[in-house]
């Protein structure tokens, strides 16, 4: 069985999706003979941590170097977690300006030295980093350096925009830095064609996101009525999320689910009409048992992203989708070609007519070519270019 170092700074029990990709690919890897070993950071102050997913790495060992950006200095100080909110994330990003390449780089010198230590003792084949954040990236190359192993580097967003623009003083650097990176790499894995593109490596692999399914063997829950079901965060989607409750204002027996972090100035706006059912932060093993429970799934898209991993446990929920965004070119596209629904732009009357016809049961859905966002055959594809690497 071949041995292959994930480096992530991401990973449970922090419960967001920069920890997904890795966790879930990490857990099907062994199916096809290759045993992960995870080098990530010691415990970070974070607003929702999701301890079930650690039960996907049970068999899968861990190691947790010290750090000392914010995140860890705040677990470190014992910050209460309910102040660990999007005012924390705020601060990440300003450190984004003043530090380079990104806020997460004072991990990397700690990383590196566990890593040497990792990698003299179960002598892996393969390095395998995902990123962001992309200093991540630092260390992976500087391990691959030292011991001469073959480095595949996995791009979740495009660089350098992601999910921050840099100032422009920043960008020409950041630039340089990305290809330096990508030329010092044995195979370079996009999670799709355009991030690919926006890296100036077309030609890396695409391994997209997907979903488990695993994850949707729960029964359903009883959310009653008719009922539109957004999970994730939602502050970056106040707007979209007042429109749809504008758009459905006047419909009877019809209900918004919540699923995220949601502060209470933020849901009263949204809830200016009264038909959202708040449900807070789950579980993500409860959180998938309320998309499959849904009548309808909405998706909204995020400033600067491509497309949500949400979209793609959409897709293993079972259920049709809605996708509510003016400029998400990709979610479109993945929403329409797989069948999984429809599309349409902020609009609010033509949401309504959208939510009437599904109401009516004339929301096309007739799903297809799903099978490539099963977490096991990405597994699979992952595990045979690695392959490809050693023999």
């Given at each position: 069985?071949?041995?292959?170092?994930?480096?992530?700074?991401?990973?449970?029990?922090?419960?967001?999706?920069?920890?997904?990709?890795?966790?879930?690919?990490?857990?099907?890897?062994?199916?096809?003979?290759?045993?992960?070993?995870?080098?990530?950071?010691?415990?970070?102050?974070?607003?929702?941590?999701?301890?079930?997913?650690?039960?996907?790495?049970?068999?899968?060992?861990?190691?947790?170097?010290?750090n000392l950006?914010?995140?860890?200095?705040?677990?470190?100080?014992?910050?209460?977690?309910?102040?660990?909110?999007m005012?924390t994330?705020k601060?990440?990003?300003?450190t984004?300006?003043?530090?380079?390449?990104d806020?997460k780089?004072?991990?990397?010198?700690?990383?590196?030295?566990?890593?040497c230590?990792?990698?003299?003792?179960?002598k892996?084949?393969?390095i395998?980093?995902?990123?962001?954040?992309?200093?991540t990236?630092l260390?992976a190359r500087?391990?691959k350096?030292r011991?001469?192993?073959?480095?595949?580097?996995d791009?979740r967003?495009?660089?350098?925009?992601g999910f921050?623009?840099?100032p422009?003083?920043?960008r020409?650097?950041?630039?340089?830095?990305?290809?330096?990176?990508?030329?010092?790499?044995?195979?370079?894995?996009?999670?799709?064609?355009?991030?690919a593109?926006?890296?100036?490596?077309p030609?890396?692999?695409?391994?997209?996101?997907?979903?488990d399914?695993?994850?949707?063997l729960?029964?359903?829950i009883d959310?009653s009525?008719?009922?539109?079901?957004y999970?994730?965060?939602?502050?970056?989607?106040?707007k979209?999320?007042?429109?749809?409750a504008?758009?459905?204002?006047?419909i009877?027996?019809?209900k918004?689910?919540?699923?995220g972090?949601c502060d209470?100035?933020i849901?009263?706006?949204?809830?200016?009409?009264g038909?959202v059912d708040?449900?807070?932060?789950?579980?993500?093993?409860?959180?998938m048992a309320i998309m499959?429970s849904a009548?309808l799934?909405?998706?909204?898209?995020?400033?600067?992203?491509i497309?949500?991993?949400?979209?793609?446990?959409?897709?293993?929920?079972?259920?049709?989708?809605?996708?509510?965004?003016?400029?998400?070119?990709?979610?479109?596209?993945?929403?329409?070609h797989?069948?999984?629904?429809?599309?349409?732009?902020?609009?609010?009357?033509?949401?309504?007519d959208?939510?009437?016809?599904?109401?009516?049961?004339?929301f096309?859905?007739?799903?297809?070519?799903?099978?490539?966002?099963?977490r096991?055959?990405?597994a699979?594809?992952?595990?045979e270019?690695?392959n490809?690497?050693?023999?």
């Open positions: 069985m071949g041995k292959v170092l994930i480096i992530s700074y991401y990973a449970p029990p922090v419960g967001m999706a920069g920890a997904m990709r890795m966790t879930k690919l990490a857990k099907y890897l062994p199916q096809f003979n290759w045993q992960p070993y995870i080098l990530t950071t010691k415990p970070i102050a974070y607003y929702h941590y999701d301890y079930e997913l650690l039960n996907d790495l049970i068999n899968i060992p861990i190691f947790r170097s010290e950006d914010i995140a860890r200095i705040l677990y470190i100080l014992k910050i209460p977690q309910s102040a660990v909110s005012g994330g601060l990440s990003l300003l984004n300006f003043l530090i380079f390449p806020a780089v004072l991990w990397t010198p700690f990383a590196y030295r566990l890593g230590k990792i990698i003299k003792n179960i892996p084949d393969i395998w980093t995902t990123a962001t954040p992309f200093s990236l260390v500087a391990l350096e011991f001469q192993i073959p480095l595949v580097l791009f967003d495009p660089w350098p925009t921050v623009i840099p422009n003083p920043q020409k650097r950041l630039i340089d830095l990305r290809n330096q990176l990508v030329k010092s790499a044995d195979l370079v894995i996009a999670v799709n064609k355009t991030t593109e926006q890296i100036n490596f030609q890396a692999q695409i391994i997209e996101n997907g979903f399914p695993d994850d949707f729960q029964p359903k959310l009525g008719f009922n539109i079901v999970t994730g965060s939602v502050w970056e989607n106040l979209e999320l007042q429109t749809v504008e758009a459905v204002s006047d009877k027996d019809i918004i689910v919540l699923v972090k209470a100035d849901l009263n706006k949204i809830n200016k009409y038909n708040y449900y807070g932060t789950r579980p993500h093993s409860e959180t499959k009548s799934l909405l998706y909204l898209s995020k400033p600067h992203q497309v949500g991993i949400k979209l793609y446990e959409y897709l293993g929920a079972g259920r049709p989708v809605l996708g509510v965004c003016d400029e998400c070119n990709e979610a479109m596209r993945i929403i329409e797989h069948s999984v629904g429809m599309t349409v732009s902020c609009n609010k009357d033509e949401i309504h959208l939510v009437l016809m599904a109401m009516q049961n004339k096309p859905y007739s799903p297809k070519d799903l099978e490539r966002f099963n096991v055959n990405q699979r594809k992952l595990a270019l690695m490809s690497l050693i023999s």
